[in-house]
């Protein structure tokens, strides 16, 4: 589904500073229905493979590749319909939400802007928030209620909601559970996973918890300082490590099985 090939990102020298590599020949691939973890510490590049995926930097160079079609050099009613395909979840659930907007319009704004190709009625839209609430376990009764509101995890259901509510194929998440507690966390995460395996999705997700990643991905990825430090399956990755920058990460994870503690947080 997603081939990213070599890519990098370099941001020019200005005002008497170095230039700065962000990315350095990163690749993967995202398989169709799969959830890939791109993990790696704050500067490590995470956000700019964000922001160069959803069309808000340009690559240096490298290509990500959708279904065949490089994104960095779609125009912009092809990068809009890619949009739609493909969502993104933020990891700060208040700072995401507008907080002059009620629910209903939060869910709803997405099928007003692709309203083109959906085609639906102002009914059809409201029918469709509702079912989005009740997917992510709010329901209509909190269609007219504010950010404010609501707790963490809940405006965190409300921005997957928003995510889905096009029908994309596959979901940036973007630390989708860093600034939620432990127990909320571990909602957000089964939902997650259920999820996708009703929906078929493929997941992209972003994180700097290894025990996260673990729990909810196929595959991972390490980064560190824009280059890919080791990549493979995740049992590969956590269990069988090649590089020693893996192996001190790994070693600091709680000695827990974040399947068993996430369950039963619940």
Not at 203 to 219: A, E, K, M, P, Q
């Amino acid at each position: 589904m997603l081939e990213v090939k070599g890519l990098s990102k370099i941001y020019p020298a200005r005002r008497g500073s170095p230039a700065v590599t962000a990315l350095d020949d990163v690749s993967f691939t995202l398989a169709a229905n799969s959830a890939f973890g791109v993990v790696g510490e704050s500067g490590s590049g995470k956000t700019t493979l964000t922001r160069c995926l959803i069309g808000l930097e340009k690559p240096s160079q490298g290509e990500m590749l959708f279904e065949g079609r490089d994104i960095a050099r779609l125009s912009p009613a092809d990068l809009r319909e890619i949009r739609a395909r493909i969502q993104i979840v933020f990891q700060d659930p208040y700072a995401s939400l507008n907080p002059r907007m009620s629910a209903q319009d939060i869910i709803g704004e997405p099928l007003l802007i692709h309203h083109d190709r959906l085609q639906l009625t102002a009914r059809a839209r409201t029918d469709r928030v509702v079912e989005l609430l009740e997917r992510v376990g709010l329901g209509v009764r909190h269609l007219h209620r504010y950010p404010h509101e609501f707790s963490g995890g809940q405006r965190q259901r409300i921005g997957i909601a928003r995510a889905l509510a096009v029908k994309p194929q596959m979901l940036i998440l973007d630390e989708p559970t860093s600034a939620l507690d432990v127990s909320v966390q571990a909602q957000i995460l089964n939902l997650l996973a259920e999820l996708q395996d009703s929906l078929k999705l493929s997941y992209l997700f972003i994180s700097h918890d290894l025990g996260v990643v673990r729990y909810i991905c196929d595959r991972a990825l390490l980064l560190l300082h824009g280059k890919v430090i080791e990549q493979g399956p995740v049992d590969q990755v956590f269990d069988h490590p090649q590089s020693d920058y893996a192996r001190r990460l790994i070693a600091a994870i709680p000695d827990v099985d974040p399947s068993q503690s996430l369950h039963l947080a619940c």
